[in-house]
């Protein structure tokens, strides 16, 4: 049902996810954004239970800004991955986050990195990454398409490739996707795919 | 499926002549799905010893990491590294601390010990040591991993056949275990050096 997907390309790094929220049967929106703007050049794209969700990774950016503050530098993609890995280990023995993330960032010596980051806390950096049922579907495309070094027009279009096999092939497939990039010139949000847009809401 | 099988891991750690060798598969999967084919299960403790963990990727993730911290603090106190005997003796007690609550892992060490005699154990998730004076095996494809290194061991065997013995045993072994695979990662300790290689099998 949730859709989270991201590959790293040339001197960037793409994530989509999808914008339903949904509780069993109900849609409650189709415009929520599941990729936070962790810090200027990270991204970090969570699926997963909601309330963990919202609070898991806001918990992550507050305390990756407070690094920030005490420290006078920001975190490297890589360290801001572990930090986060160590606190879902270090919950999952006594009250687990049930939140899949990808951690997307760029860091001017190692240019762009993706990291899996599994909801037991189970690390490793790749070049692209799925979760949910989606993820069979986005997976299997990234692998026939994706080279690396591609640019970001190359990397929107393999993008767009997985969004449409999503929504035709998987049977509860949300109808909207939020694209966001992350480059040396920081993380900012890319389009949004919509195929239902939320009626206008009418003025009290 | 069982926990232990969750990932999916192969791993397998031989003694030759003066020397020692340890291998493992390259999968990383969430049960049926492969998430990456590039894991890294073994790693250097030490110039001289080595840690495959197998099972449960996050705990042997946190596993990992206790150990280095642990075998850190030794060097601080008493500036030499670890022997290999001693290391498990370790491994084995941080593994029953957590009796009642266990790590999901089977841990593999290899090493060369007082006068570079080399030494492999195992243990189970609870820390019970399983010492070998030929091969030791770990992980999903552990039953055909007995098997292939059972038929292919020979005594007092050189780098060279020794790193060919252990890469035929792991290959054929995961080719049989949908669960590990990609690939293999063979490590040949010598007194003077340290061989990696990566290999390359049936990649699926």
Redesign the interface.
Known sequence: MECVFGLVGHDFAVVAADTSAVHSILVHKSNEDKIMILDSHKLIAASGESGDRVQFTEYIQKNVALYQFRNGIPLTTAAAANFT?GEL?TA??KNPYFVNILLAGYDKETGPSLY?I?Y?????K?DK?AFGYG??FS?AMMDRHYHSGMTVEEAIDLVDKCIMEIRSRLVVAPPNFVIKIVDKDGAREYAWRESVKDAAVASA | MSIFEYNGSALVAMVGKNCFAIASDRRLGVQLQTIATDFQRISKIHDRVFLGLSGLATDAQTLYQRLVFRHKLYQLREERDMKPETFANLVSAILYEKRFGPYFCQPVIAGLGDEDKPFICTMDSIGAKELAKDFVVAGTASESLYGACESMFKQDMEPEELFETVSQALLSSVDRDCLSGWGGHVYVVTPTEVKERILKGRMD
């Open positions: 890995r280990a999952l023995r899996y599994d037991i806390a189970t690390l490793h790749v990454g993820s069979y997976l």
